[in-house]
């Protein structure tokens, strides 16, 4: 039997899949209480703007420069006689004992460590009560509507209902539920939490749907706001990309239009869960910064351009010692949902043996629109 001990470095070869499945966010038009047949087009078009650049040292600019800003760009509106605008995506977690993807050393006593401590700690993440804070946070950050971005904040009213395969679990008012704080939970959200739960111990395979009712200030056709692309070496006069579903409308190679139907519009998985796993107010800073970050080994923060873990605040370093950490404590908790996140720990190891890995998930959720 290996002995439980903690590890002077990680192994040369270390990665975790990510803990969960999850899909897209679909958007729809919701039309005379309709909405699967009525999605939400992303349009590419021109527009003609205005030159507004600021060089930072004060100079006048003017009259260097065309005042036009001729550019090419992609929007999502809703359709004049939509009603609401729905959102809707499928979540499933999955047992944490299956996170370990690749587990690698030089020493394969260091290896078979590193893989017996993670399997003791598991084990004992599965009956803690760590376990179950760490899913009501997710079921928060569901149920408050978070994982909306930029759609959350123009939105008057939004009802969030999330359902398995039995029927309806709860119902949310998203704009009456707390963003940056977890403690008071309804009963609402312990319900969609003890399904969580359940899955990440293993034993349900249920997952669970998630739609978003949203209610605008007005009616029309307003735009909404599904993730943007990051498009390396964009042509010049291409403003801005955005994620979408499907393929681009065809059209005649002499044919002109102003405007072209490029998809349905979608909220990118990542992006998704970029929002739901944003519970960890564990980091140090938390008492001075007040707001929570996502779950990142280095508490890197892409709003803030921060990074808030550092040391022995990183899961690098907890990973070492995970033997000793309580999955009840902020340590714990934290660690818990780092391995959910997913991600390589490999350490620099010189004598490593040479190692074919298959490509998994990273758990690295970067997006373009950092102002959200």
Excluded at 17 to 37: K, S
Excluded at 236 to 258: Q, T, W
Excluded at 259 to 264: H, I
């Amino acid at each position: 039997m290996t002995a439980l001990t903690t590890l002077k470095k990680l192994p040369g070869v270390l990665a975790f899949n990510r803990g969960h499945v999850i899909t897209d966010g679909e958007m729809f038009n919701e039309i005379a209480g309709q909405y699967e047949i009525y999605p939400v087009e992303v349009v590419r078009h021109g527009i003609r703007g205005t030159q507004n650049i600021n060089d930072g040292k004060g100079n006048d600019q003017t009259a260097a420069r065309d005042v036009r800003y001729i550019q090419i760009t992609e929007t999502a509106k809703l359709e004049s006689s939509a009603d609401a605008l729905i959102v809707r995506f499928g979540l499933s977690m999955l047992d944490m004992a299956g996170s370990l993807d690749s587990c690698v050393a030089a020493d394969k006593d260091a290896g078979r460590t590193m893989r017996a401590t993670f399997e003791d700690f598991v084990t004992r993440a599965k009956a803690s009560a760590g376990i179950v804070e760490v899913a009501r946070r997710y079921a928060r950050n569901i149920a408050n509507g978070r994982w909306l971005w930029r759609n959350r904040t123009i939105s008057r009213l939004i009802e969030i209902e999330v359902t398995n395969s039995g029927g309806v679990l709860a119902k949310f008012n998203a704009k009456s539920i707390p963003m940056n704080t977890f403690s008071d939970y309804s009963e609402g959200e312990i319900k969609v939490a003890d399904e969580i739960v359940k899955q990440m111990r293993g034993n349900s395979l249920d997952g669970l749907t998630i739609t978003a009712r949203l209610t605008m200030p007005t009616k029309g056709a307003i735009e909404v706001f599904p993730s943007q692309n990051y498009v390396e070496n964009k042509p010049e006069g291409f403003a801005r990309p955005l994620y979408k579903l499907g393929h681009p409308e065809k059209i005649g190679h002499s044919e002109v239009r102003d405007t072209r139907v490029m998809g349905r519009a979608a909220l990118r998985d990542q992006k998704l869960f970029n929002a739901i796993r944003t519970i960890d107010t564990w980091y140090p800073a938390y008492g001075e910064t007040g707001f929570p970050i996502a779950v990142e080994p280095l508490g890197a923060s892409l709003s803030q351009q921060e990074f808030y873990r550092s040391g022995k605040a990183s899961s690098f370093d907890m990973l070492k010692r995970l033997v000793q950490i309580d999955p009840n404590t902020p340590e714990g908790m934290f660690c818990i949902a780092a391995l959910d996140r997913g991600g390589v720990y490999s350490e620099s190891d010189k004598k490593a043996v040479a190692v074919k890995v298959a490509p998994i998930d990273s758990g690295v959720y970067g997006e373009s629109d950092k102002k959200e």
